[in-house]
């Protein structure tokens, strides 16, 4: 069996010092986390809770995303020496502990912070590991900010950047998929933003990872179960490798309309913790082993196809007839391994009453599953 892992994460905006240490490691890990990010790590704050930190998660079997302040890119403007500095005052502090996994060095940098976020990742890369975090692709304003000919020109500006930064993984952070308004349009960018970060991972021999949502927030509705299952499993069968959620801990300040985390601002766990723990430990339990050691080979989209993946026809796939049986939208994807070739099948509806049977015939073999709103099945490859 690969040793290959799938990383399952989340954001952290708790300041150092903010948690029990050992409650919420314990909490993590009943969330089906295998990785973390750290709480913010500050310039005077006290090393030694930060330090107990990393100890409970590798107690629990958790790997760390450190949240430096020092580290951040931002920090390249009082010059590369002082920064450099950092880097390996934080690598002696943070970096050798064996929960360790990433220093992270920003998030979503724009055009203009983007020459700095690439000289901080490389420098970091070079004395430890760095993380960095990409904007997703959208339209206006965004192509103009860039100077892209087109959006889908930015594929080219995130192989360039995770190549110059030597980064070991492409994430970026898209919720679009949760809009309460514009649904299709919310869609298209969904799926437009699977695709080109896997092109442009695969350019540079790389995994990537998306952020999902698990919050609440301005224009995008406080995801169900059905609407956590489903980003789960879109973002596996497009080839994901590593998921980090958006976010679990509601900042201690009101802050716009954010609603209905895993923990409110009182660090009371509230229902999205029971459906995020559910769907995500499902998921590790069943599918993520089998991602993790494939590599994708074609995705379709069965019906109604989304972000230029093309639709579904019987043949597309060798020995692939498929059918739904109330008309869903689906994903198929084809994937190969040294465990052996299988196809990935996701019901890419997100209503509550979207249950459906996928069923048909595949290499000879009849198949059928009744699959709830965003619920996945592997089908195997009988004949190898």
């Not at 169900?224 to 300040?253: M, N, P, V």
């Not at 009101?254 to 995500?280: G, H, I, W």
């Not at 190969?336 to 209503?351: C, E, H, I, P, R």
Request: with cysteine; hydrophobic share 35%.
């Amino acid at each position: 069996m690969s040793d290959k892992k799938f990383y399952m994460g989340f954001w952290n905006y708790t300041p150092t010092g903010a948690l029990d240490e050992a409650q919420a490691a314990r909490d993590w890990k009943d969330l089906g986390m295998n990785l973390a990010m750290s709480s913010a790590f500050a310039r005077g704050d006290d090393k030694a809770r930060l330090l107990k930190q990393l100890d409970e998660a590798h107690r629990n079997g958790i790997k760390v995303i450190v949240c430096d302040e020092r580290l951040c890119w931002k920090n390249l403007e009082n010059g590369e020496q002082k920064y450099i500095d950092d880097v390996e005052s934080a690598t002696a502090d943070f970096g050798g502990h064996p929960a360790f996994f990433a220093f992270s060095v920003g998030d979503e940098p724009s055009r203009k912070e983007l020459e700095n976020a690439i000289t901080a990742a490389r420098i970091v890369n070079r004395r430890s590991k760095a993380f960095l975090n990409f904007l997703p692709m959208a339209d206006q304003p965004f192509v103009s900010d860039y100077r892209l000919k087109d959006k889908y020109h930015y594929e080219d500006v995130l192989a360039d950047a995770a190549a110059r930064a030597e980064l070991s993984e492409l994430s970026y952070d898209n919720y679009t998929q949760c809009n309460i308004h514009n649904r299709s349009y919310g869609l298209d960018q969904y799926f437009d933003n699977l695709r080109i970060y896997r092109n442009a991972a695969l350019r540079c021999g790389i995994d990537f990872w998306t952020t999902l949502l698990s919050v609440g927030h301005w224009y995008y509705r406080t995801p169900t179960e059905d609407d956590i299952r489903w980003q789960l499993s879109t973002a596996a069968a497009h080839g994901a490798k590593g998921i980090l959620w958006f976010f679990i801990y509601t900042r201690e300040q009101v802050e716009d309309n954010y609603r209905n985390a895993p923990f409110d601002c009182f660090y009371q766990k509230t229902r999205m913790f029971e459906y995020l723990s559910r769907q995500n430990k499902i998921f590790m339990k069943y599918y993520a082993d089998r991602f993790a050691s494939a590599t994708l080979k074609n995705v379709y989209h069965y019906n109604t196809a989304y972000g230029g993946f093309p639709v579904y026809k019987d043949g597309d796939i060798e020995g692939l007839s498929f059918r739904s049986k109330y008309g869903n939208n689906y994903i198929i994807s084809e994937f190969t391994s040294k465990q052996g070739d299988f196809l990935a099948v996701v019901n890419n509806m997100q209503g509550e009453n979207d249950s459906d049977n996928a069923h048909g015939i595949w290499k000879g073999k009849p198949f059928s599953a009744w699959l709830a709103p965003g619920q996945l099945c592997i089908l195997e490859n009988q004949e190898q």
